[in-house]
T-cell receptor, first 117, second 114 residues
Framework: KQEVTQIPAALSVPEGENLVLNCSFTDSAIYNLQWFRQDPGKGLTSLLLIQSSQREQTSGRLNASLDKSSGRSTLYIAASQPGDSATYLCAVWGTEYSGGGADGLTFGKGTHLIIQP | DVKVTQSSRYLVKRTGEKVFLECVQD?????MFWYRQDPGLGLRLIYF???????EKGDIPEGYSVSREKKERFSLILESASTNQTSMYLC?????????????FGPGTRLLVL
């Protein structure tokens, strides 16, 4: 069954720093990988989607990479700001060839990010 | 902008009650999903639907059922609520196809079962 792991579980950095969040998954048979942001008590906001055939996607200060063969993705945040404080979730959409489990997204447990002013 | 709305932000119900959670999307999306989110366990897929009147079980369907009579509306039903169903419930939708599309999430319903 697909498993998604995010490291670190929590991160606190001063404003202005560049930072990297890590995501790993156990089964490379995926359609895509998505990064989401979740603010406390709220729903999820999609940040970036990387198709299985792509290596990276960029949106503003965010850059996400995908290495499907090694089962890894990173989310790079440049010039961090206090407004970036949130929980960041990584999720993969497995194919019918994935090892067990249902369709839809499999989520990691998230990285709780705090940007200190 | 895609908008996914959920009927309630907070609900308090008693054990044994039948509970309906409603989700509506306004972008003519084919796919709709229900997840629950619990501390330490993350988000887990309960049920999903790729078309009207169609439903498929996710990873944790026990104790739940769903209804999709219209394309824009996907309802999650707790037939007899139990305390272990206290959770945050999140609905999502995506355009079409199996994979390949961004999922858009609603604001969530926080359910407390007493």
């Amino acid at each position: 069954k697909q498993e998604v792991t995010q490291i670190p579980a929590a991160l606190s950095v001063p404003e202005g720093e560049n930072l990297v969040l890590n995501c790993s998954f156990t089964d490379s048979a995926i359609y895509n990988l998505q990064w989401f942001r979740q603010d406390p008590g709220k729903g999820l906001t999609s940040l970036l989607l990387i198709q299985s055939s792509q290596r990276e996607q960029t949106s503003g200060r965010l850059n996400a990479s995908l290495d499907k063969s090694s089962g890894r993705s990173t989310l790079y945040i440049a010039a961090s700001q206090p407004g970036d404080s949130a929980t960041y979730l990584c999720a993969v959409w497995g194919t019918e060839y994935s090892g067990g489990g249902a369709d839809g997204l499999t989520f990691g447990k998230g990285t709780h990010l705090i940007i200190q002013p | 902008d895609v908008k996914v709305t959920q009927s309630s932000r907070y609900l308090v119900k008693r054990t044994g009650e039948k509970v309906f959670l409603e989700c509506v999307q306004d972008m003519d999306h084919e796919n709709m999903f229900w997840y629950r989110q619990d501390p330490g366990l993350g988000l887990r897929l309960i049920y999903f639907s790729y078309d009207v009147k169609m439903k498929e079980k996710g990873d944790i369907p026990e104790g739940y059922s769903v209804s999709r009579e219209k394309k824009e509306r996907f309802s999650l039903i707790l037939e007899s609520a139990s305390t272990n169903q206290t959770s945050m419930y999140l609905c999502a939708s995506s355009l079409l196809g199996r994979g390949g599309e961004t999922q858009y999430f609603g604001p969530g319903t926080r359910l407390l079962v007493l």
